[in-house]
């Protein structure tokens, strides 16, 4: 196994999960409108959630599984929320996924974060692809995904059954092959 790396960008640090981190997880992802945009935050989001949460990573980093970065500012060393992989090794891909606490939203963060994820999926991971879907109410979501360059694949109707409502996701990929060509292209610029 190798460590667990750690992503810098112009403003963001992204790092591994500690234990530490459970109190700002409950605080930030305990808001209702941060969780009822994710696929599997719960709410209400009880004492000990956070930890048992933080433990899984690090055992899904382990087993191969997983990959979730805990997303700070670099200037201030706060912390903002969350960006991740869930890898499938066989099939070489992968399914982004991120939250950030309400008070950072809009300032480009999670943009400047999946950037990061998805470069260091394609050239240190190699994976071949990776997705991410977004419910149809969630219009920002689909903004970081085309911002960071992804290809919008299609609806999945009613796919997800969310707090009791069937939920359309959008559905968003890259594949290594155009990650490749875009980075070659922005360096001939
Ligand atoms: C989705 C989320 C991660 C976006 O993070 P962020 O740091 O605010 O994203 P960015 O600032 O990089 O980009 C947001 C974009 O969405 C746009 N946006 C925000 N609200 C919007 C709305 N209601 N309708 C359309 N666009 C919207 C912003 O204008 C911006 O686009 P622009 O740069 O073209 O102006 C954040 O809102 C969040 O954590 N939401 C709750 C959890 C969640 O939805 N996770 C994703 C699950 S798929």
Redesign the pocket.
Known sequence: MTDFPTLTTARLLLRQFRLADAQDVQRLAGVQA?AK??LVIPHPYEDGMAERWIEQQQNEFIAGRGLTFAILLAASATFI?SIGMEIQTEHRHARL????GLP????????EAAKAVLAHGFTLLNLHRIY?P?FHT????G??LQ?AGMTYEGRMRQHYLRFGEYQDLELYGMLQHDFLARTEQDSSH
């Open positions: 941060v945009q994710t929320g996924s991120y939250w950030l950072y939203w809009n300032q480009g963060y999670a943009t991410a977004h969630n219009p920002a979501s903004r970081v911002k």
